[in-house]
């Protein structure tokens, strides 16, 4: 693609990468059999070559965004799939990335949308903010109906039946490896799966200290930033962004760190990016050494290695979260450790498309992402499975809202396989106190 960027336009750094990726695009259309909004709304200004050609308008022009412009790339996901399927390697989330802090920067919002994103922003990073939000959003349910607002009403539904306690094991501490020590490692413990899902942290624990791992939480860390990041909002994102490269930065240069590992794919997306994020901040060192050892959990296990476990005579229908697939090429890992703890895997049609959580996808853009859960939920419950497995908070949530098959997070059962609890969400009885949206 030609552009025509002045030598001005292309000191500012974050103008330089976004010219370096528009020039890779060649307007074959490739993406556009991949991406989820096109195949929903059918409009070329929903898929990755039509929001390249606004971006690139907004851009170069250096103009005020239009209403038009904001509410295609608004309905971008970043799923990332339009990157799995282009043959130019075009790095579209560097790119899309850019849009939204330029649009943050450069236009004024709705009044009821800046009040949205505002409190977003203010509530989901934050742990025990966000538990106080879900029981507030659980004591509005039953006035739902007098919200004017379809994404007033999704933050409602948001809101599981049961919101687990506080678990101390996300505290700053660390655990130590059962028997000869091999690794030693931070767990990142996440933001809105602590006060959602503290399952998947304790899994986490016990299934790495079982392989002989020492656990990490770091002091300092939290939030990655992903979700204020991609409303644009670059300080804040950084700030989060920054506070674990430190946290992080300072138990490398102490005792020394082997990785730092995430259970939760978006996050690891977002903290495997962080070099980019802070290329030209006094950071950028750090950043750098931090995406160099952050690796998924999956990818740690593949590394280490787990027993091979009986046949446990459980159909798994294993979800791809969008964020490790596209956003980390991470494929075959998760499914080939379930396959190997003794489990049948099966994988359902259009494994690519999203699910349509994506981070506050789901509460900003409601409509379509239940078009999208729909979807999803009827090509896994068409396999049949006894269980969903997810490496992802936010697609466990919004899948498990549209389906009555329990959803658990793959290292639940990994860590079950290999001598942990059976996961909850199997249990009869007390699988009614795992978190859910129905």
Not at 88 to 101: P, T
Not at 147 to 167: Q, T, Y
Not at 246 to 257: F, I, K, N, S, V
Request: glycine letters at 8%.
């Amino acid at each position: 693609m030609q552009t025509t960027f002045t030598e001005n336009q292309l000191k500012d750094p974050a103008i330089q990468r976004s010219n370096e990726i528009l020039r890779n695009c060649v307007h074959c259309g490739f993406c556009t059999a991949t991406c989820p909004t096109y195949q929903v709304l059918g409009d070329e200004l929903d898929s990755p070559r039509g929001r390249i050609y606004l971006i690139k308008d907004m851009l170069e022009n250096e103009r005020v965004p239009d209403d038009k412009t904001v509410k295609h790339i608004d309905r971008c996901l970043s799923c990332l799939a339009c990157m799995t399927t282009c043959p130019s390697g075009v790095h579209y989330m560097h790119l899309v990335d850019h849009a939204r802090e330029y649009i943050e920067a450069n236009y004024k919002r709705p009044f009821s949308d800046r009040v949205l994103r505002w409190l977003l922003a203010r509530i989901l990073p934050y742990p025990m903010r966000f538990r106080w939000a879900l029981i507030g959003a659980k004591l509005g349910r039953p006035f739902r109906f007098l919200m004017p607002d379809a994404r007033l009403k999704a933050m409602l539904d948001m809101a599981p039946k049961k919101i687990p306690p506080v678990s101390r094991n996300d505290d700053p501490q660390s655990f130590p490896a059962e028997g000869k020590q091999i690794r030693r490692v931070a767990l990142m413990t996440g933001c809105a799966q602590k006060a959602l899902n503290t399952d998947i942290n304790d899994a986490t624990i016990r299934l790495l200290t079982r392989l002989g791992c020492e656990i990490v939480v770091a002091e300092g860390a939290g939030c990655c930033g992903a979700l204020t990041h991609h409303m644009g909002k670059t300080r804040e994102s950084h700030a989060s962004a920054a506070a674990n490269i430190q946290a992080w930065a300072r138990e490398m240069d102490g005792e020394g760190l082997d990785a730092i590992v995430i259970n939760t794919s978006g996050c690891g997306t977002t903290v495997k990016d962080y070099g980019h994020m802070f290329r030209t901040e006094p950071l950028a060192e750090d950043a750098k050494r931090v995406s160099a050892i952050a690796m998924d959990v999956s990818e740690l296990l593949t590394q280490i290695g787990i027993p091979q476990g009986e046949d446990r005579n459980l159909t798994v229908a294993y979800h791809a979260a969008c964020s490790l697939q596209h956003g980390q090429k991470i494929k075959t890992h998760p499914k080939n450790l379930l396959k190997q703890a003794g489990f049948a895997v099966l994988e359902p049609a259009d494994s690519h498309l999203c699910c349509g959580s994506a981070g506050t996808y789901n509460l900003m853009q409601p409509e379509i992402s239940a078009q999208l859960k729909d979807r999803k939920v009827r090509t896994l419950e068409a396999k049949k499975p006894d269980v969903i497995a997810a490496g992802n908070i936010g697609c466990m949530m919004q899948i498990g809202s549209g389906t009555k098959v329990p959803v658990v997070h793959t290292v639940e059962l990994l860590d079950w396989a290999t001598g942990g609890p059976k996961p909850r969400a199997l249990q009869p009885g007390i699988a009614s106190e795992v978190p859910i949206l129905r």
